[in-house]
């Protein structure tokens, strides 16, 4: 197979860092993106057409994820607030501000 048998697109690139967001392992992904003759794909070429994608994955989701909880937080949902202390400030930080 070439690299000329597919053509990523802006669907398939937002599915890639989706699929990353959620660590699916690349032998998955390649299950799911068709070539432009209906055969998955190999490891390789998604690697070669979607490297910035599954590395950035992860780490926009989980930007996601504390923005998120920040709102919450914010906003006095007290279980989003400890959890967030907790993280970001110690557990001390969490004990000083029950007590």
């Known amino acids: 197979m070439t690299n000329d048998s597919f053509a990523p697109t802006a669907e398939l690139r937002l599915l890639v860092e989706n699929m990353a967001a ?11 993106m068709p070539n432009t003759s209906g055969q ?9 057409h979607f490297q910035r994608e599954i590395d950035t994955g992860k780490a926009k989701a989980n930007f996601q994820v504390k923005q998120a909880l ?9 279980a989003c607030l400890i959890s967030w202390l907790e993280t970001h400030s110690g557990a001390d930080a969490v004990i000083e501000i029950l007590n």
């Open 22 to 32: 959620v660590d699916t392992p690349l032998s998955e992904m390649v299950l799911i």
């Open 40 to 48: 998955p794909i190999t490891e390789q070429i998604l690697r070669e």
């Open 70 to 78: 920040l709102r919450k937080a914010i906003a006095g949902d007290v």
